[in-house]
Structure formats: structure tokens, C-alpha cells
């Protein structure tokens, strides 16, 4: 089970992300970013960000450490904005904290370079999941201490927004040409060798254990919380087995723009970066 913290302190919104997440101080002394279980996303996101979070980290992925984190929204009460306001009154109970991770910078192809073990992990590990946010517009992954970390797993997963067509949704291919990692030549047999005999049953098994029960209750076509964990164990699964095989993945054709600050591109060539162009060798 994930651990259970108690927010103490609401510090600020991060207005970057679309579900308004928060940054909150807790009673271990951590400080966390706060997903809510109010926001207009709704709680199968929270149930996919503990899902693909957990099996990242149990792959040896680095996502920051998850927590349960309890609410009470009289802390926000001084929170001068209406809408951070609201979406506390929301979100009294159990929600969803990520270990936050001070001073990190957004993923920039132009400022940092990924070898292709580590592309090939990422991309395998989202074409497993079936994440479709992690392309170069919004990378969803941040450098931190000099190593990349993922973060943001709510939109995968896509067949949980209908279970009765799962397995074949589970079954189709992944295309990663648009991924922020696609231009670092991801060796995804390599990952596939290395990744997919990790993802057991008995280890699925266990990630989907660590979603709390009240996210799960109630869940149309389903008599129990025990069942909808199955269910994303059985859609998993054979995913992990041969999805490497319908992985699409085309090298970008032309530059594509830098998320990164001035001050730091300034000080860089366009793309590709410079690992890209060291590696093609002879420094042309
Ligand atoms: N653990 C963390 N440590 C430091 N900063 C973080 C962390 N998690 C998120 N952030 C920052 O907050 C932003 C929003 O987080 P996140 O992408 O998870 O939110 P979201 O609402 O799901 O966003 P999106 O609009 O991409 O769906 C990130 O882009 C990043 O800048
Ligand atoms: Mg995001």
C-alpha cells in the first residue's frame, strides 16, 4: 500500500499543469505535488497516475515516489483564488500526492541529451501503457540532479473509459513518432528484452493493489473493486508481451521547436542537440 500522508499546507497551484495541481507541504514534512480527486479529469486519472507510476518504479523506471494524501480544504481557506478555492472544496479526503522534486527543469531535447537504452525504455514502458502524453509539445518528463524522471501518467491506459472494449483496445499498436524521446533512436528491442519479462501477473498483481478501493468502487459492469483490479491486470499482460512488435516510430524530419527558456537555448545550437550530432560522428 502507498503511504499515507496528511496535507498541512497549500503553497501554490502550478498553473502549467491542466488539472491545476498543487504544490502542499504534509505532516511527514514532505512536500508533494497534489493531484485532486475533484478536478474536471476525474478520478480514473488518479487510478492510472498510481497504476503506471507504481509498475514504472517496480521496472526501475524513475518516477518520484507516490503517496496517499488525506484533505481537509480548510486549509485552503486563505487561498485567494476562487478556482484553487474550489477545487479543494472538491477534494476533501483522499487524493493523490507525488514527491516533489525542487529546482527540476521540463525535459528539453536541445539542453539534454538520452541515450538510446534509456529512449528505448521510456518509449517501450509508454507504448506499453499506452500514454499519449509524452510528446515533444508536452514531454511530461523533468531532469532533476542530472537524470530524467517521469511523470504524469493520467492519460493512459485508454480502454479503462470503456472496459467493454479492452482487449482489443489493448491489443492495437502504439505510435511513438511524435514522442519526446523519438529523435534519441529508442533501442526498443532492447527494452522489450530487458522490460517485458519483468511484467508478471504477480507483479501487476501488486501495482494495481496500491490504487486505493474508493477509486474503484462502483465501477460500471463490475460487482467488486477485486474485479476492476483484475481487469487491468488482464489488459496489461498480454500488452507487455508483443507490443514492441506494433511500435511506430518515425525519426522526426525537421527541427522541431525549444520548450526550454531563452537563456538556455540561447547558448545551444538548433535542433538536433549535440549528443544527436556527436554521435552521427565526424563533427560535420
Ligand atoms: N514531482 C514533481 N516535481 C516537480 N515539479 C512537478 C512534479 N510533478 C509535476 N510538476 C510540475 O507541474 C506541472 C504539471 O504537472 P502534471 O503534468 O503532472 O499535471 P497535469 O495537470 O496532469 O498536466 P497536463 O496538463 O500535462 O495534463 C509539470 O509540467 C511540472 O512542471
Ligand atoms: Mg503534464
Redesign the pocket.
Known amino acids: 500500500m502507498l503511504t499515507e500522508v496528511t496535507a498541512t499546507r497549500y503553497v501554490t497551484p502550478?498553473r502549467?499543469?491542466?488539472?491545476?495541481?498543487g504544490i502542499v507541504e504534509a505532516d511527514d514534512l514532505g512536500t508533494y505535488?497534489m493531484?485532486f480527486t475533484g478536478a474536471g479529469q476525474g478520478r480514473k486519472t488518479l487510478v492510472a497516475e498510481v497504476i503506471c507510476g507504481q509498475l514504472g518504479r517496480r521496472l526501475g523506471l524513475r518516477v518520484?515516489e507516490l503517496v496517499r494524501m488525506q484533505l481537509d480544504p480548510v486549509i485552503g481557506l486563505s487561498e485567494p483564488d476562487q478556482e484553487v478555492q474550489e477545487l479543494l472544496k472538491a477534494s476533501g479526503g483522499l487524493n493523490l500526492g507525488?514527491?516533489?522534486?525542487?529546482g527540476?527543469i521540463?525535459f528539453d531535447p536541445l539542453a539534454y541529451g538520452v541515450d538510446s537504452a534509456e529512449a528505448g525504455r521510456v518509449v517501450w514502458f509508454d507504448a506499453l501503457i499506452n500514454n499519449v502524453?509524452r510528446s515533444w509539445r508536452?514531454p511530461?518528463m523533468?531532469v532533476w540532479h542530472g537524470d530524467l524522471w517521469l511523470?504524469?501518467h493520467?492519460?493512459t491506459m485508454i480502454w479503462h473509459h470503456s472496459w467493454p472494449g479492452a482487449a482489443a483496445s489493448a491489443a492495437k499498436p502504439y505510435n511513438a513518432s511524435d514522442h519526446a524521446l523519438a529523435p534519441f533512436r529508442p533501442d526498443i528491442a532492447g527494452a522489450a528484452a530487458a522490460l517485458a519479462p519483468l511484467v508478471t501477473r504477480d507483479l501487476l498483481t501488486e501495482v494495481v493493489a496500491d490504487v486505493p478501493d474508493e477509486w474503484l468502487v462502483d465501477e460500471p459492469g463490475f460487482d467488486t473493486t477485486h474485479a476492476v483490479r483484475r481487469a487491468y491486470v488482464e489488459a496489461l499482460l498480454p500488452r507487455a508481451a508483443s507490443i514492441h512488435e506494433r511500435i511506430t516510430l518515425e525519426a522526426p524530419s525537421r527541427p522541431r521547436p525549444s520548450q526550454a527558456p531563452g537563456w538556455l537555448t540561447d547558448h545551444l545550437g538548433p535542433w538536433p542537440h549535440p549528443t544527436e550530432k556527436s554521435t552521427k560522428g565526424g563533427g560535420q
Do not use: T
Request: glycine share 16%.
Open positions: 502550478l502549467e499543469g491542466g488539472s491545476l495541481p505535488v493531484k518520484p507525488m514527491d516533489f522534486l525542487p527540476s521540463g502524453d508536452n511530461n523533468l511523470i504524469d493520467g492519460a
